[in-house]
């Protein structure tokens, strides 16, 4: 089976690292990049299965990355990560094509359950 490509975009080295290691460790080959740009030159070299994709990014938000990454490709699946409960925002998310959201501080496992279920064809 091919392997799956995760595309993790946040402005904060812990939690990409974080997310790296769980999702390596899983079998996945995980991406990374800590803005808009280089999450999208990504997106266009490597075509990610999954984009884990923070709200608030210095310089393009969340809900521009994620409008482009839909441009580019909308067989691409994205969660959104926000530390914030913006329920617009968030709504705005899902209307543009995220799959759902986790709050910061996320619990681990139920993004790992998450990922796993979009990638494998699981519930959605």
Do not use: C, W
């Amino acid at each position: 089976m091919e392997e799956k490509k995760i595309l993790i975009v946040d402005d904060q080295n812990g939690i990409r690292i974080l997310l790296m290691e769980v999702f390596s460790s899983e079998g996945y080959k995980t991406l990374q990049a800590p803005n808009g740009k280089i999450a999208l030159e990504i997106v266009h070299s490597e075509a990610p299965d999954l984009v884990l994709l923070d709200m608030k990014i210095p310089g393009m938000d969340g809900l521009e990355i994620l409008k482009h990454i839909k441009e580019a490709n909308p067989e691409i699946k994205v969660i959104m990560m926000t530390a914030y409960g913006e329920l617009n925002i968030i709504k705005q998310a899902t209307d543009l094509g995220a799959l759902m959201h986790f709050t910061k501080p996320f619990d681990i496992d139920e993004m790992r359950v998450a990922v796993h279920e979009q990638l494998r064809g699981g519930a959605l």
